[in-house]
């Protein structure tokens, strides 16, 4: 059976390896953060060479950026674009309202941690972090799919009840 | 241009610069003012909302109409009270004033007949407790209490 | 046993049996209503032994009793008279049949006896010699004729009973001043006499004559400028007389035309005439019956316009168009009846005349409308029926008049045809049309006499070439005016 | 055991009344009765396979024997004819079992298929248009018993019939006169030697007549409301079989009784053909277009059909107009591809309808779940009619075309080229609207059509894609036939064309083979991959917005809009219009007409004193001159 | 024995050299926007990722179908197209045959598309066909002025009969240009992308496509690029002696086409039909008309 696990892993690796080149990330900014992407697509930053490109559905990306805030009306649609995405699919959290609820920290209707609704695979820090920072997010990100770390798809399935209890909880839909 | 606001509105009126004026009227004239007022080059409404006052257990309406001719704006208050708070909607005078109304009804739970949407949920949907706007509700209470924080003690070094 | 194959027995019977109803109404009114069922079988038994003689080419004469040759009152069946005869008393049986389930009104007896003078008269008129006697015929048939159409007393049918009066008399004034002017000239009333003085008359000197007979016939026969009572008078009738009228008065009339041009005066001059007015009969009378809403009127324009078309034929002149002239009035006369004796059931079970009240009866009674569609395709010339081939042997014709006016006629009555067609298959449409209105059940008995048409129509469109050949032979007897002239007037000396 | 052509002919007649007289025992009695008397014709006519007979006389009119024949031509378009009365009838059975007209649909059914056996099998020109008007008859009569707009469907339909018919009987009896008999083979012996303006005259009669009933541009206002209106299996016979007859005796009349040489001779050659032929080319380009544009903007499913059956009717007339071989062979091949995929079209829209009930294209959608077997059928047809390699429609198209290369005529070739890629557009509008996208809610519940209603949809489709991949089998007929017609036929090969001049060689199974090899590659591909999961209709890519079930999001009502707006400027001078003016035009001048009846008593009594007056006069004046 | 072989390549060097000029292409589009953009072998990477996916999601058969019948009909569509001193299918289907067997694809894909039931991809699909109506009548006059002028249609003989430097684009250069203004809208190019607009109808058709039907499309896409361009070579650029050469001539197609690409914005859909019926039809019917009289 060794063999078949070992091709297997061989198999996922060097796809891993290949799949960190082409990254899909969707074109769909929540908050103020989405205002950094533009820079770091075009000429001055381009990260269309480590073969990022924005696309439009959710079918066809594979990374989903949450830049910024995320209050109740916006993360019932972020759970929804996050289900019709295919796996493996990763999930970046842009700034420090994704990471304790920021400046909103006070507000009745911003939540404070995304990973509670969401698997995150990579936040970036900052307040509103500059493209330099972003490209750095996309760097990190490529690393852990390299090294088959980045699997927030998987947890997503696995403690599926967890997440739902969690959203359940705050959405009441 | 106070003269004729004057000649036509009866209600306290305070000049606090060349450029504002302050209105406050009584509430059932409310809308009979802001009706005179758009007749008087004050076409545009530029914002519609309530203050809370506790201690009064009243809400104040608060409507800013700008007169483009003469560069001036108009602050029209009028206080309403606090308990099952009801107002005419002001769409037929000021049709932009719709989504305002929407707003008082979530925000501050003040019914606004005439408006079709007045109480339904807008910006919090499935929202059970008091309108947020009110003084009344403590937003750091409810935000607590709602919403997990991150237990990360900081490190500075 | 006394000689039933005497002419004269056809108009001595009814008249017999009219008197016998006057005397006996007051006391038996119920039986009266079967007095025309009567006189006309009694006149088919008669036809049917004259008709073995004129079969074998004999013209049979009668002469009334008494007076010598020149003031005997005559009657000569030659071929055409016993077709135009046979077909009076065929439709006369028939309808009479229909009137006594029709007229439901229970003193009906001045109806049915109206009805038996009708039949005496066109009898008459059908197989008279006497140029005098076409006249007393006329008039009987016009009296009776008012009678009967002014029998509903509803407002419109005495109005336009009042004008057939007006117009009837004018006719029978114009009638008589042209036959006064020829018994001036010839001195004598027989047809076949006159006939024979006139040969040596130019044609300038008996021109006035003619044409005041024509146009005294031509009120009667519906030709142009003089049948504006007609689309009045056989809607407001009641549809069995309408049929009558329809059917038998305008053919005997057209009839009656034809006799007096081709025998007596052999006036071919007047031909090219008698074509335009033809043609201008087909054109209005077509184009009026497009735009009629109600039905009984669009079928009286459409008889106008029937007309038009055979005596357009017949006026051609040639043998072949006779014949087809007289094929397409027999056509017309029995189709015509039909769509008359149906529409009259159509309007009892739904009261008003207004085509547009028609939808959906066909859904209901069906087989009223089958007969009514029959009736109609073979009317308009549509193949499988006899009316298609009669329309065919009309084009022939057509295209034999010489010139210019021979295509603008061909073109014309293709044109009236395309009419025809589409104003009867609108009420196809309607006829079989879905609609929630209910309509009483047709009363079977009144559906007799149509269908025995009907059946009458599909035998001939069975042997249709056979029809024609008879026709055929009845031109061509007509054209050799001798035969008739020397088999008269042989009679007599 | 021999059936005389006149039995072939009486067959369905004498069967429609049998079952008639049947129905009164019961529904299933008339209806295998009647089964029986429609599969008759194919074992009646077999063995006339290769046989040409002439001189069967049946009827004598005017002292001119009518005779009924059968030619290589009259062969194919009669058996295919069957077929399609036979899966028609089926479908009748199912669309009128509710309704209680159906014994008298059943009756009508039957004179009509007995009809047209007339009109094919007749050898002379009173027999052919006796048999033309008993159709136009029974046509009249069937239409009235469709939707709700049916019935002034039939009165456009029967007055144009009615201006067909008496033109054609103008030309007959014309004919007639100066020829002196009916027979085919007299008339052209006559015609051979007339005068160029009769010959003219009564060509285009003839042409009128036969144009009405094929639909042609000018001539087509009835067609799209009659089609749309009528009932399901009726709009079947109606575009497969009724307008085949038109173009069947626009064949004959062209070919053999003109003649190509005769209009040659009496008029000048443009682009290799007599000039009146190049017109009609010209005018079936132009049907072509413009019934493929109008088509893509219509909303009803039926009305598509409708159009895009009078476009396609533009390209079987287009073909037959070039007057070559390749032409020729192109236009019958197309008359008998046409009436195969468009009999599909009407008969799973007919099943749709059935269904649903409804034929407007924005209510329908989604469907494909529910009636898989009519949406495979319905792909096949809209692949055949857009002319798509694999299925029948585009062998036929092709021919036209090599044949309009032949005669180089590059723009004739742009029209009909540009016209094919049009009718890609509304077949995939209907397929779309129908089957594809999102299942409104009241049609949850529906359900395939049933089996026996399927026969008629799948046969017809084995039927193409059979004549699609080996055209080599219709080819054998149409070769047959244009030998008939005095051409030299081209030459075919069981799967296509071989290399000869004028024709680039064609061989479809390769190229279906291709298809089958590549998309095999791209299966393989597909199902060795990870699998997939199947997803409600509503888990859709919305913006992140959830859908629900009352939200109608699917895009069918206006599907070309755009294209509209473009087509916009050549909508003034549509034909309709110009028809509805000269009819109000019409109505006027008779309204004023029909004034000379005028109710009052004063005119008649003073037109008959005056009519006096006048004669008496000229009596007087007479008297004293002379 | 060869042509065999060579046929069943075809396909495969048809998809790589596809995936080539892709690469190539978006390379020049990043120069152009004076940053480095993505390696050459992009394309692919893409591709490999899109197959890989774990999981994909299916709007029921027609859709799984779809993608699979639009690579298969790409796949008969290059087999239709000659190669240097290969006949490959061309004897048994000639130009008029190869217009219709082009139509296959976009059929299969408008079908999977539809089945999806989004909004988006029926506007899209309504936008491709209109738009194709659009493109067509300007490349089938120039079809129709080559077929006149060489009094063949035969693919093979178009190749074969510009031999050496008389190529169709000096020869007959109205109808070269408007055949190019045809493949330039064939190929979705930006001022006629309007079918896969990303800001109006979320890249139209393939909205609803992830996964391994997208990568499906992406190799269909990669095979149409190869056929557009190497049917643009064959009729105008006088094909090629051997391979290299027909994909240089491919590569220069590819660049002046990215030129004009990255240069405009969007046409709406009506506009872009009213040019094509317009300039490039003008043009095309000028180059029939020299040659008709010319050739006559």
Known sequence: MELQETLEEGYVEILDHLRKRSLWMLHYCTACGAVELPPTITSRFDAERFGIAPFVTSRQSDILLVTGYINIKTLKRLVTVYEQMLPPKYVIGFGSCTINGGIYWDSYAVVKRLDLYLPVDVYIAGCMPTPMAVLEGFRTLMKLIDEGKANGWRKYIENYDYYKANQRKVLKW | ?157 | MVNLANPTLLVVIPLFFAFLSIIISPFLKKLIKFVPLIVSALNLVVIYFIGVKVLYGSIVLGTTAGLNPPYVIILAVDKLNFIIVLMVNVLGFLISFYNIFYMKEEPTDKFHILFTLLIMASSWISITGDLFNVFVAFEVLSLSSFGLVGYMRSKDSIEAGFKYVVQGILAGSLLLIGVVLIYAQTGTLNMAHIATKLDYVGSLEKLVPYVLIFFGLAVEGALFPLNSWLPDAHPAAPSGISAMLSGIVTTTAIYAIIRVTVTVFNYSAFIPYLFIIALLTLFFGEIAAFFQKDLKRMLAYSTIGQTGLFVLAFSVGTQASISASVAQMVNHSFSKAVLFLVAGIMIEAQGSRNIDDLKGFGRVNILTSILFVFAALSLIGVPPFFGFFTKLAILQTLLDFPGFLGYLSFALVLFAAIIEGVYFYRVFKILFEKSDKNFQAENPWLVISPFILVLILVILSSRPMSVLNFTNDIANQLIQRTIYLTSVLGGLK | MNFSLLMILLTPIFGGLLAYAGSALHKAVRNIFFLIFLILPFFELYQYANKTIDNFYYLTVLGQSLSLGINALSFMLSLLFSLIFLLAYIFLLFEFDKSEDSDLAILEFSFLEGAVFGVLFARDILSFFIFFEIIALIIFFLIGKGYEESHNAQLKYITWALIGANSMLAAVVFLFFKAGSFGYAEISGYLSTAPTPIVLITFVLFVIGFLIEASIMPLHVWAPITYAEAPDSVSVLLSSVVKKVGLYLFTIFVFSIFGLNLFSKIMPRVFEAPLIMYVLQWIGALTIIIGTFVAIVQEDAKKILAWSSIAQSGYILLGLSLGTPLGVAGGLLHIVNHSIFKGILFFVVGGVIYRTGTKNLSELGGLIKKMPISFISMLLAIIATAGIPPLNGFVSKYLIYEALIQNKEPLLLTIALLGGTGSFMYVYRLIHSIFLGQLPKKYEGVKEVPILMQVPMLVLSLLALLFGVLPGIPMYFVSKAEAFLGFDPIKYTLTGFPEQPGLHALNVPIISAALMGGFVVAALIFYLLPKTRSVHQLDNYYAGEILTEDVKYNYSFGFYSFFDDIIKPFNEWSIDRIYENFVGFVKTVGDYIRRIYTGNLETYVSLGIIILTIFSLIYIIGGVLW | MVEKLVLILTPIFAFFVGIFLEGFKRKMVARIHRRYGPPLHQPLLDIIKLLSKKENISHGVMFDLGPVIFVGASILTVLFLPLPHFKQLTPYGDLIAFLYIMVIGSLGMALGAGESGNPNASIGIARALTLMLGYELPLIIAGNTLVVRYGTTDLYKFMTLQSGFNWNLFLLPLTAIAGFIATYGAMGEHPFDTVVAPQEVATGPMVEYGGKHLGLLMIGHAIQVYIETAFFTILFLGGASNIFTFILKQLGVIIVMTLFDTVFPRFRIENAVRYFWRWPTLIALLGLLIVYIGGK
């Open chain 2, 1 to 157: 241009m106070v003269e004729e606001i004057k000649k036509v509105i009866k209600g306290e009126i305070l000049e606090k610069s060349p450029q504002r004026i302050i209105i406050k009227v009584k509430n059932d004239s409310f809308s009979s003012t802001l009706n005179a007022l758009k007749g008087l080059s004050f076409k545009r409404l530029t914002l519609f909302t309530a203050v809370d006052f506790v201690k009064d257990n009243q809400f104040e309406l608060v409507a800013l109409v700008y007169s483009n001719e003469n560069k001036i704006l108009a602050i029209v208050k009028t206080r309403i009270p606090k308990e099952n708070p009801e107002i005419e909607t002001i769409t037929n005078i000021y049709p932009n004033a719709f989504k305002y109304e929407v707003e008082l009804g979530e925000m501050f739970g003040i019914k606004v007949i005439g408006n079709p949407d007045s109480m339904k949920p807008f910006l919090l949907e499935g929202w059970e407790d008091l309108p947020p706007l009110r003084k009344d509700f403590d937003s750091i209470k409810y935000a607590t209490e709602h919403y997990e924080a991150r237990n990360v003690e900081v490190k500075y070094d």
